[in-house]
């Protein structure tokens, strides 16, 4: 039986791991760096198939690649080659660059990641694909159907299944016309200990945030690669994992994201059948946080019609009509950095230290014009409307008065809800870190958790979570599209919504970016 209708779930897991700042010194965490969790899942016993990295460059600009919605109904054949899927893996969890120091080797990927503990797996379910076509030669034998765990470590693919199972999504998506129709999709699952061994029990809330990053890579990557992409967060929990011989109590599967369009339908499964594949062990000891898997099993569901009777129209929110002082955001026409999506993430980092320089209007205008054009999700419909409300803390931006202010997604204006230098207050309720104090201007994620929650059950907890890590990881390439830097944050949550009250009051944080000018790049 669901639970995902107990809304007791989501509020007490949320309540629980809220940050403040009596919890954190009531509760100090000291981290075990002898039982830091290794980075990547190995399956030892697999061969692994290498994938190409000789890319061939998109020529998409960074800055139409993260506008691009990508979900479109297409009926144009769309189907990716083995090339083209490496491609979209590398620039969605690769490892972009890796740095040696005493202590070891630090690995940089693709998408940004709490802790850089990079908790987030991705799988692929996939039909026959082609190799790579250079003028009629094959310079490749393509990839067989089959069940596959991307490696970032060895950037390969080790094979789990073999055969055509992508029905066996379908069925487990309630009939999903996307997945039905796409040669491959890609299976992001969270992995419990990896981001506990820092952030405990809160580590659930991080599998949306750092989820979101890697989606909101992959969205930008399979726009500029012509591919119609799609999230789908509503599907039958317990068929995803034992598709994936998923150990529940280690990992669970989170998204599943169809790319391509092909006309014909997939066949008929092969047997599912119960896999025995030992991993090389994280950590030599794994702290379990029930908390984490009691508010993942509320949110489950169960069947196909359950997932069915999920999907529908978004809750629709509006904001008030701007009361006070409104400031319109017009995104520049020309002048527009064309970097490529590639050279972007490939650039990408998270600021640790902001100069305190000021960034411009326009560039603002810009950061949120091209992060809130739409994610094409199941939880959205329509594509324009969305979860999570975006105030701000402006610092330092040239042509704006400082202040808080909200940001009014339809008619794309700033609303100012106080004037005033906040940058103390910034730095406070970002953990009392500097970074949010140093940055131009800190953007707070905030959502009406109870309207989301009546609509979506349970299950309207990871949407919400996940929607707010795509538009995160949206502003995170916006930034360094624009040679700015930015900085996923955690943060107090309801010293944030007091700040913002009342304009914000009955709302919940969700999550935090900072953005500004790096002092190291000055």
Known sequence: ???????????????????????????????????????????????????????????????????????????VQAIPDLETLAQ?????????????????????????????????????????????DLHGIKDSPGLAAGVYHFGAAEFGLRQLRSGDFRQALVEAAGGDSSIAHAPVIILCTGTYWRNAWKYRSRTYRHFGWDNGTILANLLAMSSAANLPARIVTGFVDSQINELLS??????????????????????????????????????????????????????????????????????????????????????????IPQDTIEQVISRRGSTRKFSRDPITLPQLALLLDRATRGIPADFLDPLSSHLNDLYLIVNNVAGLAAGAYVYHWESKVLELLKPGDFRDKAGYLGLEQQIPADAAVDVF????????????????????QLEAGILGGKLYLAAYAQRLGASGLTFYDDDVVNFFSPHARGKSAIFLVAIGRSALRK
């Not at 039982?35 to 960074?62: C, H, M, Q």
């Open 88 to 132: 979209l893996l590398f620039f969605s969890a690769g490892v972009i660059r890796s740095k040696k120091h005493e202590q070891g080797e630090t690995f940089f990927r693709a998408a940004a990641c709490t802790g850089a503990l990079y908790e987030i797996e991705l799988y692929v379910v996939c039909t026959d694909l082609p190799a790579q």
């Open 1 to 75: 039986m669901s639970h995902n209708d107990h809304l007791d779930a989501a509020w007490q897991y949320h309540s629980g791991t809220k940050h403040s700042q009596l919890s954190l010194r009531m509760s100090p965490h000291i981290l075990d760096w002898e039982n830091k969790p290794l980075l990547f899942k190995i399956y030892p016993t697999l061969e692994v198939t290498r994938l190409p990295r000789d890319f061939r460059e998109t020529g998409s600009a960074a800055l139409s690649a993260i506008a691009a919605t990508g979900g479109e109904q297409t009926q």
């Open 445 to 464: 994620f905030l959502a009406d958790l109870k309207r989301i929650l009546e609509r979506y059950g349970n299950r309207g907890y990871r949407a919400a």
């Open 246 to 335: 998923l150990d529940t109590k280690r990992e669970v599967a989170f998204s599943l994201v169809p790319i391509g369009h092909q006309q014909s339908m997939p066949p008929n499964p092969p047997q599912i059948s119960p896999l025995d594949l030992p991993i090389v062990p994280y950590s030599k000891e794994e702290v379990d946080y029930p908390a984490m898997r009691k508010m993942h099993e509320a949110s489950s569901l169960n069947s196909a019609d359950e997932v069915a009777a999920w999907r529908g129209k978004t809750p629709s929110h509006e904001l008030h009509s701007p009361k006070d002082t409104t400031t319109p955001l017009q995104p520049p026409d020309d002048s």
